[in-house]
């Protein structure tokens, strides 16, 4: 399973790091991916990792300023939340593949997620 913690409330030009902790699988072999839906809108996909933290893939909506990486040894994934927009609030949640894909419903491991909100 995977288990999102660290969401909350981040200030404009702030940060905020959600951590993805992963069990009862093999982490270090499997992608994990980042998603993202706000109220009233489709899940959407930020991105992902590759399995041993060779390639990372970003949407453009979060290029420059969301970062994703992983300690396979602590089997936890990390997205970094940086300088957040009022487009960024929505629940995220991480998902494991054995290799990134575009789509959302190609992740087999899903986490529940957790919710971001951005205000000053």
């Known amino acids: 399973q995977l288990v999102e913690s660290g969401g909350g409330l981040v200030r404009p030009g702030g940060s905020l790091t959600i951590s993805c902790a992963a069990s009862g699988f093999t982490f270090e072999v499997y992608a994990i991916g980042w998603f993202r839906q706000a109220p009233g809108k489709e899940r959407e996909a930020l991105g992902c990792i590759s399995a041993r933290n060779i390639v990372t893939y970003y949407t453009d909506s979060v290029k420059g300023r969301f970062t994703f990486t992983r300690d396979n040894a602590k089997n936890t994934a990390y997205l970094q939340i940086n300088d957040p927009l009022s487009d960024d609030p929505g629940v995220y949640s991480c998902?494991?593949?054995?290799?990134?894909?575009?789509?959302?419903?190609?992740?087999?491991?899903w986490g529940r997620g957790t919710q971001v909100t951005v205000s000053s």
């Open positions: 998902a494991a593949n054995l290799e990134c894909r575009p789509g959302w419903y190609e992740y087999v491991i």
